[in-house]
């Protein structure tokens, strides 16, 4: 079973109970009745993404996109790599 799923605004409002030292993170949680750990992971993704901390389910950070694009095309480029490393060792190759 998947877990709940929370608003953005939703989201942005419990942070700023946080954020504005009114109560504590666990207190928020509590009243806002949602789990302490989900609360937590909130503040951690708009710790390290500010400006953009909620993707949405299924969508990714631009950045991520385009780090994972390189790796693909890194791992393709080596590959092809290897390959070309073998034909032409096939087709150097002296046969006695």
């Not at 994972?68 to 032409?88: F, G, H, M, S, T």
């Amino acid at each position: 079973m998947a877990g709940q799923r929370y608003r953005e605004d939703f989201k942005v409002q419990a942070l700023a109970l946080v954020a504005q030292k009114v109560k504590p993170a666990t207190q928020v949680a509590h009243e806002l009745g949602i789990p302490r750990k989900t609360l937590y992971k909130s503040m951690e993704a708009a710790r390290r993404h500010p400006t953009e901390p909620f993707v949405g389910s299924g969508h990714r950070r631009a950045d991520d996109q385009a780090v994972d694009d390189l790796r693909r095309q890194i791992r393709n480029l080596q590959e092809e790599n290897a390959i070309l490393k073998k034909a032409v060792r096939i087709f150097t190759h002296d046969p006695k």
